[in-house]
């Protein structure tokens, strides 16, 4: 199934029915009246977070969604049904954007959450609301209310524990593989990885999940390489992961270049948790490893972490750090916040 992580799509909301001028015409009842019924109201559109989806493909070959008009009232007081809703399914973790595409919507973090983008229009009266002892015979009727139509964005942002983030090459791929049943790209050229990927990982009886994304080179937040579009997907993670190349000829540079990316993107992942760990220590010699070591000590302020993820060397090791800092982190602040039931302009 192809990846995509976001769509523009156009919603409209039913109109409301019409009502009905009708009177009553049986034969022996002397005064009839009126008896128009009254139009239906129109369908809403709603969006609902679901199990089972990880993508918003559906949305690329489909782009309008129109709910049903209410029915036009009629004689005999029968009142028109109201149009049905139409509902949109997403994946959790789906953000809804207005069509200014910074205008926040709604955000569906849990299974089940469903919020209301377009209310219906109300039918129209028919003339039997209009009867009074003053106005016996009333012969007008109210038309139906129009239903809302507008633009939204659809921006879906994975929902995991930990996050990958490291330079193409870095062995973010393979380490996923080798942790998870996940099942990336691997390849020695630069982004094998074109979309992010997931994996489950366990650990000592627990369980995390494991988000991978394409790899970050320097001027990424001005669109070089694959630019920096897909960091929106861990910014729910509670702790990142920096992957840094062995082989690379300088690992604090290295480091250094990614972190700079990060910080230029925002969305406080510069303040996220952070484990480090040299990568591709089976490629090296012991004075190598000393020696990247102490680059990387020097420009992260803390002690990486050796691993080789080709050989599994210590990977264990950076598993049990990754799970302590989840561990002490309930939820993400992002989730724990109070989401948005319903939103009308």
Known sequence: MKFLDEAKVYIRSGDGGNGCVAFR?????????????????????LVQAVDGLNTLIDYRYQQHFKAQKGANGMGKDRHGAGGKDIVLKVPVGTQIFDDDRETLIADLTTVGQIVTLARGGNGGFGNAQFKSSTNRAPRHANPGQPGEERWIWLRMKLIADAGLVGLPNAGKSTFLAAVSAAKPKIGDYPFTTLHPQLGVVSIDGREFVLADIPGLIEGAHEGAGLGDRFLGHIERCRVLLHLIDGTSPHAGKAYKTVRAELEAY?????VKPEIVALNKIDALTPEEIKEQTARLKRACKQKPLLVSAATRTGIDEVLRALSAVIGANAAPPDIAAAPVEAWHP
């Open 25 to 45: 015409r049986e034969k022996f009842i002397e005064f009839g009246g009126p008896n128009g019924g009254n139009g239906g109201a129109g369908g809403d559109v």
């Open 266 to 270: 925002g969305h406080e992942l510069t």
